[in-house]
């Protein structure tokens, strides 16, 4: 990938020079590679950190492996379970101070130690 | 301890690079969000007026001349931005300071006295290196350089840098370099990447987020609207999104923000 030489620069900027560093470097490559790059900017992705939640990790492996089904499906059922109880039950009860400054609450997770935050 | 008013001065000497389009943005952006905020029109062409919907005057003249103190700053009809309006006699203004030994001072003293009461003094400096310009500078507590990516106007920051620089030589200069602010950015156009690229390898953080380059903003004007009232979702505002993502990336509303940490507000 050609990263973008500049550091120190807003983020803002960045996006910007970023962005067309990425749409020239795809327009360099064969097309398959092309296609492919298209089809995954097209799905709906997200990364989940698991760092100091290696606890809840393993819980969801396992649960994922005992039901013989895929881990995107069981993460997202499961997200959609606890998106139900959250909409029925709210959020107060399960958040905390936070000390960030940026948002006012961490939500806790139960059962993962200090780390489940 | 009484607290220092930022006086923010939008200069360059290219014409033409969203200077009046800039300073009057950012100026009713900083209004709304609940501080006081004076701009001054410093061009002979008065067209802050035009782009606030008033009638220009020759208020500028009146108060470097000294015929009239505070009674020069109008209200703009939004809450929180006043105005000191300029017309063709802005011209006469400069004549007379330039045969003035002091007259590069004399906005920055004029200030002094009308100030209090603001906490943004905004100045839209007139393209080219005249008197007012070097006045606004010595006034200015910050400086930033909006750039048009469309063209030449990079010509332009070198010789703002150079008016600091001989200011400078004579302690004439007390102020800051806020940074430079790119605007009218058509990502569609190579050479604007290119020298939006060769701002940020020479000014670094100093680059606001850039202002895509919009449609609206001249039907803003013609109509006497600010960008904020004629449209508040266009492009110039709020910026544009990149990757589909939802999220937006520059518009005057990321760079005002930007500019207020820059200028101290």
């Known amino acids: 990938m050609t990263a973008n030489p500049l550091t120190g620069i807003s983020a803002d900027v960045a996006a910007v020079l970023g962005h067309e560093d990425r ?8 097309k398959w590679k092309r296609n492919q790059v298209r089809r995954d900017a097209k799905r709906s992705k997200v990364t989940i950190d ?3 939640y290696e606890q809840l990790q ?13 881990l995107s499906s069981m993460v ?42 | 301890m009484k607290k220092q008013v930022a006086v923010c001065a939008f200069v360059n000497q290219k014409g033409g690079v969203g200077k009046t389009t800039s300073s009057v943005t950012v100026a009713h952006l900083w209004a709304m969000e609940g501080r006081r905020v004076l701009i001054i029109d410093l061009d002979a062409q008065g067209n802050v007026a035009d782009c606030l919907g008033l009638e220009k ?8 001349i000294g015929e009239v103190g505070r009674a020069a700053i109008r209200e703009s009809g939004r809450d929180g931005l006043s105005v000191v309006l300029g017309d063709k006699t802005t011209a006469r203004t400069r004549q007379i300071l ?17 100030a209090g009461g603001f906490d943004a003094v905004v100045l839209d400096v007139a393209p080219g290196a005249d ?17 048009s990516l469309e063209h030449l106007a990079l010509v332009g920051v070198r010789e703002a840098l150079e008016s600091v620089a001989s200011l400078k030589r004579v302690d004439a200069f007390r102020g800051g370099f806020a ?12 050479g604007n990447l290119e020298r939006l690229r060769m701002l940020a390898e020479t000014f670094g953080r100093q680059v606001a987020p850039p202002i895509p380059t919009d449609a609206t903003v001249g039907k803003a004007q013609a109509s006497g609207k600010t960008l904020v009232e004629f449209d508040a979702r266009c492009p110039a505002l709020v910026g544009v999104e990149l990757n589909g993502n939802g999220k937006r990336t520059g518009g005057y509303e990321v760079a005002a923000r930007w500019l207020a940490g820059e200028v101290g507000l």
Request: aromatic share 6%; proline share 4%; glycine share 10%.
């Open chain 2, 98 to 114: 330039s045969g003035d030994p002091f007259g590069v001072y004399k906005l920055r003293e004029v200030l002094e006295g009308l």
């Open chain 1, 50 to 52: 698991f760092t100091g």
């Open chain 2, 57 to 64: 005057t020759g208020d500028l003249n009146r108060l470097l």
């Open chain 1, 23 to 30: 749409k020239q470097e795809q327009a360099e490559m064969p």
């Open chain 2, 131 to 147: 008197i007012l310009q070097l006045a606004a500078l010595v006034a200015c507590t910050s400086f930033v350089i909006p750039v």
């Open chain 2, 179 to 190: 940074g430079v602010l790119p605007t009218m950015l058509d990502r569609r156009i190579k």
């Open chain 1, 58 to 70: 393993e819980r969801v492996y396992e649960l994922a492996d005992r039901e013989h089904t895929g």
């Open chain 1, 76 to 117: 997202m059922w499961l997200l959609w379970l606890g998106l139900e109880r959250v909409l029925r039950e709210g959020l107060t009860p399960k958040k905390r101070m936070a000390r960030s400054l940026q948002h006012s609450y961490d939500v806790v997770i139960e059962g993962v130690g200090d780390a489940g935050r």
